[in-house]
């Protein structure tokens, strides 16, 4: 793929997000199983000295930890920058367990970060959210109450916390009784068709696993509004455009599959590496929507009927693996979207070289169980 159509591509996608940034946010209400495990992982390499609450799948039963921290900087350990900080200034170390910092590069609607603070009720948190999207980030689409939201150099600034609609929570733990893989409907929906009756067949089969909801605030947020694929295709420095500090743990979702060409992934990757502090942790999730029959069958229907709906695509090269995708059977609406190979991830593993180690792999999300595969690599010393 050249250069050309890579921009054609990213400009298809941030215009199909614009129009739908409400859409689409509807059917982003509940997190994504291997987010637990993501957590879980975190938790026994030391990040999160609190025991997050997560589901127990056998019983159904979760409980909140009575007391806990987040964090485990130390005056030796961390660089200053790796403090969070809104206006970025040096801090003095305290003696107190420091909040711990989290940059989400393609946040979309925070759903993750409404996550982590459901499932570490009793920690102290930063989170510098990052998207191209400003529409769908926003606190409305997002299912969030803002108590003060100002605009800086194009930079949203929450500066206390705000509550998280409880209409929104409910609606994520139906989902979450119903089926604990709960984005399996959703990947229909992002195929461009509807799947009857899957609602009923998820019922019979689902294992009841209920997350409870309490009254809890999302930490305080930096949004950055950032055209991350606008910066790589203009040749800036991703990781030097970006307004955060040395985090605790940087993290990227359901975005890697809209990032054409292998040397802007491996751009993307390099940026979380630097933003985060030695010793932290990077977390991502590549989505393989091509390894499902069903799935592939349906991918391949909505590319030609895309390529016949805009033809100038057609006379251009895409890279194996390139698709594009079609939103509940709406005319007209399309999204380039990238299903990855193992082979294409083993090679985006050996591009970190010394920069950070694989802590795991694994494979979740999904009716499969196996839609999405999560790296989470622990940045050197």
Same mark, same amino acid.
């Given at each position: 793929?050249?250069?050309?159509?890579?921009?054609?591509?990213?400009?298809?996608?941030?215009?199909?997000?614009?129009?739908?940034?409400?859409?689409?946010?509807?059917?982003?209400?509940?997190?994504?199983?291997?987010?637990?495990?993501?957590?879980?992982?975190?938790?026994?390499?030391?990040?999160?000295?609190?025991?997050?609450?997560?589901?127990?799948?056998?019983?159904?039963?979760?409980?909140?930890?009575?007391?806990?921290?987040?964090?485990?900087?130390?005056?030796?350990?961390?660089?200053?920058?790796?403090?969070?900080?809104?206006?970025?200034?040096?801090?003095?170390?305290?003696?107190?367990?420091?909040?711990?910092?989290?940059?989400?590069?393609?946040?979309?609607?925070?759903?993750?970060?409404?996550?982590?603070?459901?499932?570490?009720?009793? *920690?102290?948190? #930063?989170?510098?959210?990052?998207?191209?999207?400003?529409? &769908?980030?926003?606190? /409305?689409? =997002?299912?969030? +109450?803002?108590?003060?939201?100002?605009?800086?150099?194009?930079?949203?600034?929450?500066?206390?916390?705000?509550?998280?609609?409880?209409?929104?929570?409910?609606?994520?733990?139906?989902?979450?009784?119903?089926?604990?893989?709960?984005?399996?409907?959703?990947?229909?929906?992002?195929?461009?068709?509807?799947?009857?009756?899957?609602?009923?067949?998820?019922?019979?089969?689902?294992?009841?696993?209920?997350?409870?909801?309490?009254?809890?605030?999302?930490?305080?947020?930096?949004?950055? *509004?950032?055209? #991350?694929?606008?910066?790589?295709?203009?040749?800036?420095? &991703?990781?030097?455009? /970006?307004? =955060?500090?040395? +985090?605790?743990?940087?993290?990227?979702?359901?975005?890697?599959?809209?990032?054409?060409?292998?040397?802007?992934?491996?751009?993307?990757?390099?940026?979380?590496?630097?933003?985060?502090?030695?010793?932290?942790?990077?977390?991502?999730?590549?989505?393989?929507?091509?390894?499902?029959?069903?799935?592939?069958?349906?991918?391949?229907?909505?590319?030609?009927?895309?390529?016949?709906?805009?033809?100038?695509?057609?006379?251009?090269?895409?890279?194996?693996?390139?698709?594009?995708?079609?939103?509940?059977?709406?005319?007209?609406?399309?999204?380039?979207?990238?299903?990855?190979?193992?082979?294409?991830?083993?090679?985006?593993?050996?591009?970190?070289?010394?920069?950070?180690?694989?802590?795991?792999?694994?494979?979740?999300?999904?009716?499969?169980?196996?839609?999405?595969?999560?790296?989470?690599?622990?940045?050197?010393?």
């Amino acid at each position: 793929m050249d250069d050309k159509t890579a921009d054609i591509l990213c400009k298809l996608n941030n215009s199909f997000y614009q129009r739908q940034a409400a859409s689409f946010s509807e059917t982003r209400k509940a997190p994504w199983p291997g987010w637990d495990r993501c957590l879980e992982v975190l938790h026994k390499e030391g990040l999160f000295v609190c025991q997050p609450v997560i589901p127990d799948k056998a019983s159904g039963n979760s409980s909140y930890p009575a007391t806990g921290a987040v964090g485990r900087l130390t005056q030796a350990q961390a660089p200053r920058e790796a403090i969070p900080s809104l206006s970025r200034e040096p801090q003095a170390l305290s003696r107190e367990p420091q909040a711990s910092s989290v940059l989400d590069l393609a946040c979309g609607n925070l759903r993750f970060e409404a996550f982590l603070a459901n499932a570490l009720p009793k *920690s102290d948190i #930063v989170f510098y959210a990052v998207d191209s999207c400003d529409s &769908l980030a926003s606190p /409305l689409h =997002a299912g969030h +109450c803002p108590s003060d939201v100002r605009m800086k150099d194009k930079t949203h600034q929450v500066d206390s916390a705000y509550p998280l609609l409880h209409a929104s929570l409910d609606r994520a733990n139906d989902v979450r009784k119903k089926t604990h893989r709960v984005d399996a409907s959703s990947s229909e929906l992002l195929l461009g068709h509807q799947q009857q009756g899957a609602s009923n067949c998820e019922e019979r089969n689902a294992q009841p696993v209920p997350r409870p909801v309490p009254s809890f605030t999302l930490p305080p947020v930096r949004y950055q *509004s950032l055209d #991350v694929m606008g910066t790589l295709l203009r040749g800036a420095n &991703l990781s030097d455009s /970006l307004d =955060a500090p040395f +985090c605790d743990l940087s993290v990227c979702f359901g975005f890697m599959h809209h990032v054409p060409q292998v040397r802007h992934r491996e751009e993307v990757l390099e940026a979380l590496i630097k933003h985060t502090r030695p010793g932290g942790f990077v977390v991502m999730s590549f989505w393989q929507f091509m390894e499902n029959k069903a799935m592939a069958a349906k991918a391949q229907e909505s590319h030609q009927a895309a390529l016949a709906c805009l033809p100038y695509l057609g006379l251009r090269a895409l890279d194996k693996g390139d698709y594009l995708l079609g939103w509940k059977g709406i005319p007209g609406e399309f999204r380039y979207c990238h299903s990855f190979s193992e082979t294409e991830i083993d090679c985006l593993l050996e591009s970190v070289g010394g920069t950070a180690s694989l802590v795991s792999r694994f494979a979740s999300d999904g009716r499969s169980g196996a839609l999405n595969t999560y790296l989470i690599f622990q940045v050197s010393h």
